[in-house]
């Protein structure tokens, strides 16, 4: 294994792009108005918990689960990427993607669930279709490489980041205007859309080398 610091920060940015942390505190407060501050920790935790699980396992396991269904890292690479490419549109427009909120029904049975910390806010509004996509490729790009320890590295910097923006939300929320979400929300999505359009271009070489 190496380290590969500028792999290390292309995970780092990938995540925090296609997860968002800061623009998704408004709706981790929307979604736990009425508790207790003490409660609210502990979903936030849940939430870490959850997001953090779905990430090794995306990230390690991926692949091994792809092949159950006959389906290669490679030919997936496409297939993520236009997902992913979705996504950063859905953010370069102001709008939300449906892969990362729940349907109208799904929201009506949540008004009624005491825990929302796996769904909807650990589940898909944090680790969405995009974000697993995301995590199965640069896990492989990872093993490939052998830089396995920079994909952790990058991975959990960006898990100590969303620590901070869900502890903290009450806080951050203060210095969070709908301007600024607004901002950061097309920002990430210019950098997500370069990343969804490099991951097409490297499966359409893998799968027609021809191309160079």
Request: aromatic share 6%.
């Amino acid at each position: 294994m190496s380290w590969d610091i500028p792999f290390a920060i292309k995970v780092f940015t990938a995540m925090f792009a296609i997860m968002n942390p800061i623009a998704n505190v408004p709706l981790f407060l929307s979604l736990t108005d009425g508790i207790t501050d003490r409660d609210r920790i502990k979903v936030a935790w849940a939430v870490l918990i959850a997001v953090t699980i779905g990430c090794v396992v995306s990230a390690a396991a991926g692949a091994a689960i792809l092949a159950v269904f006959g389906v290669t890292v490679n030919d997936f690479r496409i297939a993520g990427g236009i997902m992913v490419l979705l996504i950063a549109l859905s953010m370069l427009h102001g709008t939300e993607s449906s892969q990362h909120n729940p349907t109208l029904s799904e929201a009506e049975a949540l008004a009624a669930a005491e825990d929302v910390a796996i769904y909807p806010l650990a589940i898909p509004l944090l680790l969405g279709p995009g974000a697993i996509a995301t995590l199965i490729v640069l896990g492989q790009t990872a093993r490939n490489a052998h830089t396995e320890m920079s994909m952790a590295l990058g991975l959990g910097a960006f898990l100590v980041i969303l620590a901070i923006s869900l502890l903290g939300a009450p806080y951050i929320a203060r210095y969070l205007s709908a301007k600024a979400v607004g901002i950061a929300r097309r920002l990430m999505g210019m950098i997500l859309a370069a990343i969804a359009v490099q991951m097409m271009v490297s499966g359409i070489r893998n799968a027609f080398p021809s191309l160079g």
